[in-house]
């Protein structure tokens, strides 16, 4: 890669001939210092992602696995510290999911957990149409955006809920249509 300072000696614009050489020195070593900053984040950013990693492997698989090999489900140690792995549940609803599996809570009976945003945009000095709304934004040509989601606090709870709980309703397939995932994590307490 070509040092900054090179590119700007190349550089024949007249707004660059007047400036002293110093000064284009200056502005050089700035731009390499910002270039090696730069780098430096996405190094440190990269290990914190294989840090990261090995902590998920570490508290998700390898000690649960060990606890579990162990036969116990939590371990008191002589320090008076604590270790176990607890259950903890993620889940999400992908596009490709979203109709289906609206339309398997609401099926069930738990559609209130759907949240309905209807968000409407309005120009410079429509305050007063805004505050009319109702009938009104229909006359007047806005057209809401309209988005149903389930918030991803609430569709852990309820997916959590539903698997303690041992509903049958909640087969495998309908999991599918939330990306449930499930598994240990552990937790030490000092």
């Not at 000696?9 to 020195?25: F, N, Q």
């Not at 429509?126 to 040509?141: F, P, Q, V």
Request: aromatic share 4%.
């Amino acid at each position: 890669m070509e040092k900054i300072n090179e590119l700007f000696e190349e550089s024949t614009t007249k707004a660059v001939e007047g400036i002293r050489d110093s000064s284009i020195e200056d502005l050089s070593a700035l731009c390499n210092k910002l270039l090696r900053v730069e780098g430096e984040i996405g190094n440190v950013e990269e290990r914190l992602k294989r840090l990261k990693d090995q902590q998920r492997e570490l508290s998700e698989q390898l000690i649960p696995d060990k606890l579990a090999q162990l036969g116990v489900t939590d371990l008191k140690l002589s320090d008076g510290s604590r270790i176990s792995a607890d259950p903890f549940y993620s889940a999400r609803i992908s596009a490709d999911n979203l109709t289906a599996a609206h339309a398997w809570l609401r099926d069930q009976g738990h559609g209130d957990i759907i949240k309905n945003t209807l968000t409407l945009t309005f120009g410079q000095g429509d305050d007063a149409i805004a505050k009319e709304l109702g009938e009104l934004l229909a006359s007047k040509g806005h057209l809401p955006e309209q988005k149903e989601t389930v918030h991803p606090s609430t569709l852990r709870a309820f997916v959590k809920e539903q698997i303690e709980s041992g509903n049958g309703e909640f087969d495998q397939d309908i999991q599918k249509k939330f990306s449930v995932y499930q598994g240990k994590r552990t937790k030490i307490n000092r």
